[in-house]
């Protein structure tokens, strides 16, 4: 079994079809529709998914054997990994590849669609910054013989560290998840009202009071 271990919008569907040499179509959400992205999940979080069930999710994994790459959203610290082959840990240690993940939920739930009808102005700017505090908690590495790590700006970038790890040619489906998230790639990103959410949010956590809008 070969794992993908992945917090949400964090390209695990473009991961697996990476690794498994197929090309999926794409969803309403930007997202890659690989099948096999799915297979490994049982759930999700708001923000990491650490708690959930082992047995549970071993249990799942062994009704569905398969020789190719899987995902799921469980971070899998807490895992007896004996069981399975390799993993690939899809990490947002680094500040970049949190706010990478932020910035593609943000786009989809601000930008594409409007899941909270009707708020405007300050309301809606406190919902997203209320939503960014989701995306601080960090995927973390998992230190053990059967896991690879690799930071999700990794993949945004794509960077030498992706190509490795696949090691086979993904040119075509870079430019297609690029073109499909070009957003991310703005020269103005780090002033983009998206980034100054997350700002926001990591400021009333630190400390521990509300923002105030000059």
């Not at 096999?36 to 999700?44: F, P, Q, S």
């Not at 610290?77 to 500040?95: A, R």
């Not at 230190?143 to 075509?172: C, K, M, P, Q, Y």
Request: glycine letters at 6%; hydrophobic letters at 35%.
């Amino acid at each position: 079994m070969k794992l993908v271990s992945f917090p949400h919008y964090t390209c695990g569907g473009l991961l697996c079809d990476m690794l498994n040499d197929t090309f999926s179509s794409v969803g309403n959400n930007g997202g890659i529709q690989s099948i096999e992205h799915g297979v490994g999940k049982i759930g999700d979080s708001p923000d990491v998914m650490e708690e959930f069930d082992s047995e549970t999710f071993l249990k799942h994994l062994r009704m569905h054997r398969t020789q190719q790459w899987i995902g799921t959203h469980c971070w899998l610290g807490n895992v007896d990994l004996g069981q399975i082959e390799q993993v690939i840990n899809v990490t947002t240690e680094t500040y970049r590849s949190r706010l990478y993940r932020w910035i593609r939920a943000y786009h989809l739930y601000y930008i594409k669609s409007d899941p909270w009808q009707g708020l405007r102005g300050i309301d809606e700017i406190d919902k997203q910054r209320e939503t960014a505090k989701n995306y601080l908690r960090a995927f973390r590495r998992i230190h053990d013989a059967a896991v690879i790590n690799l930071e999700f700006a990794d993949v945004v970038e794509a960077n030498t560290n992706l190509f490795n790890l696949v090691g086979r040619d993904i040119s075509h489906h870079l430019e297609r998840w690029q073109k499909i998230n070009a957003f991310l790639y703005r020269q103005d990103l780090w002033s983009s009202p998206a980034v100054r959410r997350f700002h926001e949010a990591e400021h009333e956590l630190a400390l521990q009071q509300r923002y105030v809008y000059e």
